[in-house]
């Protein structure tokens, strides 16, 4: 009994915090593909994470790299011939050439230690 009175309480607390703080946890909507973003990161070390979503072609909603650290992102578009051209911190897009064409993709802040880049291949 007492377990599962334990386990109830556990569960009133989530739920508690879940609607104090869902304008923060929502703020990008679903926030699960930005949790394993966010856990790859973490625990593979990696420096840039697709994050995955249902919104873009492909599955993919955006790049998630650690807060103002472009170079990841920018080393992946070189991979694929783009060249950079500059950081726009005012519009907060980074822009890009490649032959006649040019690509401004934006980015944002998601709390203080990410940033989300909204590039979708």
């Given at each position: 009994?007492?377990?599962?009175?334990?386990?109830?309480?556990?569960?009133?607390?989530?739920?508690?915090?879940?609607?104090?703080?869902?304008?923060?946890?929502?703020?990008?909507?679903n926030?699960?593909?930005?949790?394993?973003a966010?856990?790859?990161?973490?625990?593979?070390?990696?420096e840039?994470?697709?994050?995955?979503?249902?919104?873009?072609?492909?599955?993919?909603y955006?790049?998630?790299?650690?807060?103002?650290?472009?170079?990841?992102?920018?080393?992946?578009?070189?991979?694929?011939?783009?060249?950079?051209?500059?950081?726009?911190?005012?519009?907060?897009?980074?822009?890009?050439?490649?032959?006649?064409?040019?690509?401004?993709?934006?980015?944002?802040?998601?709390?203080r230690?990410?940033?989300?880049?909204?590039?979708?291949p």
């Amino acid at each position: 009994m007492t377990f599962f009175i334990i386990i109830l309480l556990i569960f009133i607390l989530l739920s508690i915090f879940n609607i104090q703080k869902r304008d923060v946890i929502f703020q990008e909507g679903n926030p699960i593909p930005l949790a394993v973003a966010i856990s790859k990161m973490i625990f593979q070390d990696k420096e840039i994470t697709e994050v995955k979503g249902t919104e873009e072609v492909g599955g993919i909603y955006g790049y998630l790299v650690k807060r103002g650290e472009m170079k990841p992102f920018i080393k992946m578009m070189e991979k694929e011939g783009w060249d950079f051209v500059e950081r726009n911190e005012i519009t907060n897009a980074l822009v890009f050439e490649k032959g006649n064409g040019t690509t401004s993709i934006g980015y944002q802040y998601y709390t203080r230690y990410y940033t989300i880049i909204y590039y979708s291949p």
